[in-house]
Each structure stands twice: as structure tokens, then as C-alpha cells.
């Protein structure tokens, strides 16, 4: 099917359009952009240089996607935004590409939701299935892993990682990295144990819930420490993929990992 593209749009004559893209009034696409089969990219909408989008993505009104990074060393390089496929963009949504003082390129999954006035920085890496609410910040060089939901108005400080299957509250602040299969919130981010009501709607089994809320509470509150913790762990519940996922997370953390509300350090407020 041919694309409809708005007398008003502005397309550089490098950008690539697939088949049956919809391009509203208004919209722009610079340089070197790739838009992939079945997009819709609504009034307003800005797609910076360097931008490649995958099939079937819907972008809403007053969106800025590859947008030049908030960086004070960058020069103009030529750096990237890589999108997949199958997410929805809402409103006034940005997203910043790449540095070379990073990776080069900010890369966003498949199947995603980002919210209106949500904020994707340079060199993030986002996986599939993220949900980002209103408001949401994203500083530079973050990586949020698959099915990953943060709620509105909540900021995560540059560098850190957020796991997979991981839920965090709204309003909430992040300086250290948040373990896989977490549930964190509050104003300075702590986590609350397993996200179990999400593992379960996305279809983990029971001894898998059991096997890393036992896992939590020998790591983050037995009152061991964190290495004796994670070794306990390994001795104690072994054959479940995730516990085992858990512990290298957090022996692989440079950040250092986000403690529980009431047993910051392995000791209880």
C-alpha cells in the first residue's frame, strides 16, 4: 500500500520510507532517516538525523526522536538512534541519540510504551516491552531491561541499570541499580522484595516466585554479607534461571545495587 505523507511535511531527500507509512501535517524527518513499514508518525512530529525506526510504530504529536544529546562534548558527530518495532510514542516525548564519548547510539527495543513528556537521553539502551509513565527521566548511558515498568514523575541517574521484569514507583529516584524481577519505590528508591504480582502476570511459576523472594531475603535481609549472601544463595536454591540471573546482576553491579527500605546494609532501620 502507498504511504500518505501531509502536503506540509518536510522529508530530506535522504530519509528511507517504507511501505504504507503515514506522515501527518507538519511532521519532520531529517537526514539519513530510516522509517520502517507501517509507521505512523502524527502533526508535529520531529525525526532527527540518523534515526532508524522498525516497523509499526505509532508517534504522537509534538514528539522529538533523535534529538542531538544534552552532552557538553558533543560536537555534531554523526552518532544514532536504533527504535524497533510495535511501540507507541505519546506525546512531547524525546529521545536523545548517541555520543561518541558513549556508544554512538541510543537503542530502543520493540513493543514499548513511553508516556507523554517521558525523556530518553543519549547512549541508553532500553529492552523490549518497557513501559515508561508521564514524566519519566531517563539520564545518559542507562540500561532498562525487557518488561520493565516505571511509574510517573520517577528519574534514574545516568549509568545505572535497571533489570528485567523490574517495577518501579513513581516519584521516585534511582542512583544505583535496581535488581531483575524487583519491586522499588519511594522518594530515594528502595526496593520491597520481589515484583511478584508482575512475574506472575507475565507467567512465571510458583516455584520461581518462591525461589527469589527466599533469594531476597537471604541477600537483603539475613544480615549476612552481600558476597556470604549471594553465596548462600547459590548453595541453597539452585535449578531456577532467574535466582541465578539475580546473583550475577548484582556480583556484576559497578554501581552498586539499590538496598531494602528497612535493611539498608544488610541491617535494619
Given at each position: 500500500m502507498a504511504s500518505e505523507i501531509h502536503s506540509s511535511a518536510i522529508i530530506d531527500p535522504s530519509a528511507k520510507l517504507g511501505e504504507n507509512v503515514k506522515i501527518g501535517p507538519y511532521a519532520v524527518i531529517g537526514a539519513e532517516c530510516v522509517i520502517g513499514d507501517g509507521t505512523r508518525l502524527?502533526?508535529?512530529?520531529?525525526?532527527?538525523?540518523?534515526?532508524?525506526?522498525?516497523?509499526?510504530?505509532?508517534?504522537?504529536?509534538?514528539?522529538?526522536?533523535?534529538?542531538?544529546?544534552?552532552?557538553?562534548?558533543?560536537?555534531?558527530?554523526?552518532?544514532?538512534?536504533?527504535?524497533?518495532?510495535?511501540?507507541?510514542?505519546?506525546?512531547?516525548?524525546?529521545?536523545?541519540?548517541g555520543t561518541i564519548q558513549g556508544a554512538e547510539e541510543t537503542v530502543i527495543g520493540s513493543g514499548c510504551m513511553f508516556m507523554a513528556y517521558s525523556h530518553i537521553a543519549h547512549d541508553c539502551v532500553v529492552g523490549d516491552k518497557v513501559i515508561l509513565a508521564n514524566a519519566v527521566n531517563l539520564a545518559g548511558h542507562v540500561e532498562v531491561g525487557r518488561n520493565v515498568t516505571i511509574s510517573g514523575m520517577s528519574a534514574v541517574q545516568q549509568f545505572i541499570r535497571i533489570g528485567e521484569y523490574s517495577f518501579l514507583g513513581g516519584a521516585s529516584g534511582y542512583k544505583l541499580d535496581v535488581p531483575p524481577f524487583m519491586l522499588a519505590h519511594g522518594v530515594r528508591g528502595m526496593l520491597f522484595g520481589p515484583n511478584l504480582i508482575g512475574l506472575k502476570r507475565n507467567g512465571f511459576d510458583s516455584a520461581t516466585c518462591k525461589g527469589l523472594k527466599k533469594?531476597?531475603?537471604?541477600?537483603?535481609?539475613?544480615?549476612?554479607?552481600?558476597?556470604?549472601?549471594?553465596?548462600?544463595?547459590?548453595?541453597?536454591?539452585?535449578?531456577?534461571?532467574?535466582?541465578?540471573?539475580?546473583?550475577?546482576?548484582?556480583?556484576?553491579?559497578?554501581?552498586?545495587?539499590?538496598?531494602?527500605?528497612?535493611?539498608?546494609?544488610?541491617?535494619?532501620?
Open positions: 502524527e502533526s508535529h512530529v520531529v525525526i532527527r538525523d540518523f534515526t532508524e525506526m522498525g516497523k509499526n510504530n505509532h508517534v504522537h504529536p509534538h514528539a522529538v526522536i533523535g534529538g542531538e544529546p544534552q552532552h557538553t562534548a558533543y560536537k555534531g558527530e554523526k552518532t544514532y538512534t536504533r527504535i524497533g518495532d510495535n511501540n507507541i510514542i505519546r506525546e512531547c516525548v524525546t529521545i536523545h541519540r533469594a531476597y531475603k537471604i541477600i537483603f535481609r539475613s544480615g549476612l554479607t552481600r558476597e556470604k549472601g549471594l553465596e548462600q544463595v547459590e548453595s541453597e536454591i539452585q535449578g531456577i534461571q532467574q535466582v541465578d540471573r539475580l546473583v550475577s546482576f548484582i556480583r556484576e553491579s559497578k554501581n552498586g545495587v539499590t538496598p531494602d527500605h528497612k535493611h539498608r546494609n544488610g541491617h535494619a532501620d
